[in-house]
């Protein structure tokens, strides 16, 4: 056992641990342009965060009224994040010391994500934490992607803890309703500040309004520390 007890702490991927919502918008806006939507947006792409890459597809379908099949777009975006991804995604630092003070600490950890597999792997190995964290959970070897809990709670299985051990790491207003909806304990570090208010982010036990330029590693080793308020 940890010198944190039974904790667990599972990771959201994107937004969270690394800065790769930035490709995640070029794929999209690629894969739009390739079937003649051509003016997507930053803001458009807003509205996706935090969902899984399969959700945003079949929304794509509905809301851009697109004949190509799910499975082929899937395809296609998750090729043209993966070319970007490689190049240019970097792991948030304060994100890196954390999960260093974690593995020296003895702490079980697991990545739970919207994307693909084949993504979150290439992603880890990339930025140099694959090492560290070796038990992932994409939302496509579940049934339901966030806010559903699955994801979470596969990884919880996986790991060998109780859903009542395990704090969520996560930056978007679906990853902490699925944290909530998992009985887990969630530390909130919004990537969109315009999403620090959604009603989402109050279920969390920290909230760091700030996001990422606010979190601190040691801070939250600290809170991790203290015991866990009754629900």
């Excluded at 969902?51 to 379908?61: D, K, Q, V």
């Excluded at 190049?87 to 990545?111: I, K, N, Q, S, W």
């Excluded at 939302?139 to 596969?154: N, Q, R, T």
């Excluded at 998992?182 to 959604?198: F, H, K, N, T």
Aim: with cysteine; charged share 25%.
């Amino acid at each position: 056992m940890s010198i944190l007890g039974s904790t667990s702490v599972v990771f959201d991927l994107d937004g969270t641990l690394v800065d790769s919502e930035p490709a995640y918008f070029e794929a999209g806006r690629r894969t739009l342009a390739a079937q003649g939507v051509t003016d997507f947006t930053w803001a458009d792409h807003e509205q996706y965060v935090g969902i899984s890459t399969r959700e945003t597809i079949a929304l794509w379908r509905e809301r851009y009224g697109l004949d190509a099949p799910a499975e082929e777009l899937l395809a296609d975006k998750n090729r043209r994040y993966l070319e970007l991804a490689r190049a240019h995604t970097r792991a948030y630092p304060e994100m890196r010391t954390f999960v260093g003070l974690l593995a020296d600490a003895g702490v079980p950890m697991a990545v739970a994500s919207g994307s693909s597999r084949e993504a979150i792997e290439a992603i880890l190995t990339g930025t140099g934490l694959a090492d560290r964290l070796r038990t992932v959970v994409s939302a496509d070897e579940v049934a339901h992607g966030k806010p559903a809990p699955d994801v979470f709670l596969e990884a919880a299985r996986r790991l060998g803890a109780a859903p009542a051990d395990c704090v969520v790491v996560e930056d978007a207003a679906p990853g902490a309703a699925a944290a909530h909806a998992a009985g887990m304990r969630c530390i909130a570090v919004p990537y969109l500040a315009a999403q620090e208010d959604d009603p989402a982010f109050a279920t969390a036990e920290l909230l760091v309004r700030g996001g990422q330029r606010a979190f601190s590693a040691r801070k939250a080793m600290d809170w991790l520390a203290l015991p866990a308020r009754p629900a």
